[in-house]
């Protein structure tokens, strides 16, 4: 299983940016039975966990600094997983990485989680 994180890049405060997880090595089923979940890691910071969705498309939001300014979402039928960034904010940069759990259920922890995809960088600066 592979995940590809893509759409990062440098974006001014207040701008938006949409990341891509493209997951390879799962069928349709299986990435229907998963759950998909966004983490970030700052400098000098350990990695939280920021959002997820599960497998009935509900979604967890563990950053409160998040509510009202990312969407995550996912396409079963891309096998991939989004995260719509809006608002950015300075304190928002940082390496985002997705993740998936077989259980099909979300956690904020990252021992939850099975596969990992590479990362991509987000850098918000004016």
């Known amino acids: 299983v592979q995940l590809q994180a893509s759409g990062g890049g440098l974006v001014q405060p207040g701008g938006s940016l949409r990341l891509t997880c493209k997951v390879s090595g799962l069928t349709f089923e299986a990435f229907a039975d998963s759950s998909f979940a966004w983490f970030r890691q700052a400098p000098g910071k350990e990695r939280e966990g920021a959002s997820c969705v599960n497998k009935d498309d509900s979604k967890d939001y563990y950053l409160g600094s998040w509510k009202g300014r990312f969407t995550i979402s996912r396409d079963n039928a891309k096998n991939t997983v989004y995260l719509q960034m809006a608002s950015l904010e300075a304190e928002d940069t940082a390496v985002y990485y997705c993740?998936?759990?077989?259980?099909?259920?979300?956690?904020?922890?990252?021992?939850?989680?099975?596969?990992w995809g590479w990362g991509t960088q987000v850098t918000v600066s004016s």
């Open positions: 993740a998936t759990s077989r259980t099909g259920y979300c956690s904020r922890n990252f021992w939850h989680y099975d596969y």
